[in-house]
């Protein structure tokens, strides 16, 4: 009866000793994904920073051509806005601008149309070439 029960307890032992060694090899290949795991996203985080600096220069440099035009009354440019806007400017500027000078779009700052009496809302215009737009702003 006492064989047994050591027999028993062997068994036991031994079986314990076998998920203790499986439990340790999962643990050690835990750490080790884990591991590469924390150094792929390291290396995300660094591009997806990189990324992102160049989203904002993109951006930036897409806006560096705008104007922003405060004041002008709502509906004056008509129905060829851009024109307008380009003659409007060219008026204003004089012959200090290139024979090039282009305005390439305009809208006017998105929102409701304000009430008669309001101020009218800002318009934003894109020139096509950077020494126009440094012209223009140096007249205003």
Do not use: C
Not at 36 to 63: C, P, S, V, W
Not at 86 to 111: C, M, N, Y
Request: hydrophobic letters at 35%.
């Amino acid at each position: 009866m006492i064989t047994t029960d050591i027999n028993i307890m062997k068994d036991d032992q031994a079986k314990l000793s076998d998920r203790l060694k499986q439990t340790e090899s999962t643990v050690a290949d835990i750490l080790l994904t884990h591991n590469d795991n924390k150094n792929g996203i390291a290396k995300l985080q660094q591009q997806t920073e990189a990324l992102q600096e160049r989203i904002e220069d993109a951006e930036g440099r897409l806006r560096r051509n705008n104007i922003r035009i405060i004041g002008l009354p709502e509906g004056k440019e008509g129905k060829d806005p851009t024109r307008y806007i380009e003659t409007w400017l060219q008026s204003i500027a004089k012959d200090k601008l290139s024979i090039h000078f282009v305005v390439e779009r305009e809208h006017r700052i998105p929102g409701r149309k304000p009430i008669p009496g309001a101020p009218a809302r800002p318009v934003r215009a894109r020139i096509l070439n950077y020494r126009d737009r440094d012209v223009t702003l140096q007249v205003a």
